[in-house]
């Protein structure tokens, strides 16, 4: 893999306690960020399971349910009478209400109560793009089937429907006709917090992408943009099967000014932010608005190809401390997803380490199947290059040299 040079030392800036972290994954995806996030400070961490592999970066540990917010916060002031806590950081869109209240309790530094909502409703974001004149998908609120067929006629087919405010992750689905909706309208309902509904947008044609942006002392800047491909596997669902970040993307020109813009209408002005839109013929259109991060392993890849410590910077920024980062430049990264319908041989413990693929691929295993939307996930196979269509000629090449040992075995 390439990689970058050396960051510059840590400066602090701030009394350090304890980091909070809610919930976490397989750790293939998530080892990096924990190793980040305990070598800036001490870490206490809330999951659904006890920890395992996590346990070396950890300070100390509950289990809770964390779509419960009460059971959480019980288990957080547990830790809190023993550790200091001095910020609450969290991944998982359906984690925001519990971060904030666990803020609230502790008196942690986090976003303001209107950009929490802003960000944690997606009818809500459209209503401040809207009126702060940003171009977007045109999101419209349904609570009942009659009003996401109303929506439905409104925004045409092909369309999305969603949670308004999801608990799961890749809830998403798309809707080529009026027999389809319905399902996926009970769906999404099924998959959002009580009383929050679905929203119905169009399913925009363009290119798909996420900006990424980091503190400087201008205010947030684009530092990364990715692009996804769906998975044809998991439709209806919008699931991603490849991602690419290029540190030097031909889109950027037309992406910084919206994503500016766009966290600008939700008031973010501090701690990393993600923006994904679809770049029409007409210009970028903001799909959603994310005030922080969500997914540890895109953190790795922007840092291996820009030199930027996203998960760090949360990290300070849960924290209520800043973080000044150095941009490097140095190419892209890009990761395929290992991901099916049913189930492959579990690799033995001595098989869960990456291994080479190729010269220019690893494969990253996970030590069991991770149910992921409609499939499981195996693992993922990581690639670097020096462009977005380098990353991902040799993704393509990665993968058939994989199949081609797997049927030879």
């Not at 666990?102 to 974001?125: F, I």
């Not at 998991?234 to 030097?248: H, N, W």
Request: negative net charge; charged residues 15%; proline residues 8%.
């Amino acid at each position: 893999m390439t990689t970058h040079a050396p960051s510059a030392p840590r400066q602090e800036f701030g009394p350090i306690g304890h980091l909070l972290v809610l919930g976490s994954g397989p750790q293939a995806e998530w080892e990096y960020a924990m190793r980040q996030l305990a070598a800036d400070g001490p870490l206490l961490l809330i999951d659904d399971e006890p920890p395992s592999w996590q346990t070396p970066h950890l300070a100390g540990a509950r289990t809770a349910n964390l779509l419960d917010p009460a059971h959480v916060l019980a288990k957080a002031r547990s830790l809190a009478s023993t550790w200091p806590i001095s910020g609450v950081l969290h991944f998982h869109h359906a984690h925001a209400r519990t971060a904030a209240a666990l803020r609230l309790e502790l008196g942690l530094p986090g976003p303001t109560a209107a950009t929490l909502e802003a960000s944690t409703l997606r009818h809500r974001t459209a209503q401040l793009l809207a009126h702060a004149g940003v171009d977007h998908s045109g999101a419209l609120y349904a609570d009942s089937y009659d009003q996401a067929l109303q929506a439905a006629h409104q925004v045409g087919f092909p369309l999305v429907c969603k949670p308004a405010s999801p608990r799961i992750r890749y809830a998403a689905r798309k809707v080529t006709a009026i027999p389809e909706l319905a399902e996926a309208f009970v769906a999404a309902t099924a998959a959002a917090w009580t009383g929050t509904g679905a929203v119905i947008e169009p399913l925009l044609d363009g290119i798909e992408a996420t900006a990424y942006t980091a503190d400087s002392p201008s205010g947030p800047q684009v530092v990364a943009i990715s692009h996804a491909t769906l998975d044809p596997l998991a439709e209806p669902s919008l699931l991603p099967v490849e991602v690419v970040v290029d540190a030097d993307d031909v889109c950027a020109p037309v992406i910084e000014a919206t994503a500016g813009r766009a966290l600008a209408a939700l008031g973010h002005r501090a701690g990393p932010a993600q923006i994904r839109m679809q770049i029409t013929s007409t210009g970028p259109q903001v799909i959603s608005v994310t005030t922080h991060l969500t997914d540890p392993l895109m953190g790795m890849l922007i840092e291996q190809v820009t030199g930027i410590d996203l998960i760090t910077q949360a990290g300070r920024a849960a924290r209520g401390r800043t973080h000044d980062t150095e941009e490097r430049r140095l190419g892209a990264a890009a990761v395929r997803f290992l991901q099916g319908p049913g189930t492959s041989k579990q690799p033995e413990p001595d098989e869960s380490a990456p291994f080479h693929v190729t010269p220019y691929a690893t494969l990253h295993p996970y030590r069991t199947h991770t149910l992921v939307g409609p499939l499981r996930r195996s693992g993922y196979l990581l690639v670097a290059g020096t462009d977005y269509l380098q990353c991902s000629t040799r993704l393509r090449s990665a993968a058939t040299e994989l199949r081609t040992t797997r049927l030879s075995a």
